[in-house]
Nanobody, 125 residues
Framework: DVQLMESGGGSVQAGGSLRLSCTAS????????VGWFRQAPGKDREYIVC????????YYTDAVKGRFIMSSDESNNKVYLPMNRLNPEDTAIYYC??????????????????WGTGTPVPVSS
């Protein structure tokens, strides 16, 4: 019953913008901390941003600060990731996730690994 689905990915040129969306079913984002991760070709999956379940705090990785801004619409179980000033280093498959929290200096899953199936974002120079 629990499902996350990303959308909005696609090819974009360096300097361009894109907005990703994530829709949850089977549960509400307000029940968990949520976030976005990405996996570049040949690289490990890394966190981009997460927000705690109360929505009080948001944590961004340094690579996207000032360029990506996560927002949420809890009443409609949606999370968004507007991405600005994209560069080739941002090329990756982007995933939304639920039941995540910030520990130390990164976002991690807490108890259950809720993942979307990912949406690709290739950025050309």
């Amino acid at each position: 019953d629990v499902q996350l689905m990303e959308s909005g990915g696609g090819s974009v040129q360096a300097g361009g913008s894109l907005r990703l969306s994530c829709t949850a079913s089977g549960f509400g984002f307000g029940d968990y901390g949520v976030g976005w991760f990405r996996q570049a070709p040949g690289k490990d999956r890394e966190y981009i941003v997460c927000i705690d379940e109360s929505g009080d705090r948001t944590y961004y990785t340094d690579a996207v600060k000032g360029r990506f801004i996560m927002s949420s619409d809890e009443s409609n179980n949606k999370v968004y990731l507007p991405m600005n000033r994209l560069n080739p280093e941002d090329t990756a498959i982007y995933y939304c996730a639920a039941d995540v929290l910030f520990i130390g200096n990164a976002c991690y899953h807490r108890h259950i690994e809720f993942w979307g199936t990912g949406t690709p974002v290739p950025v050309s120079s």
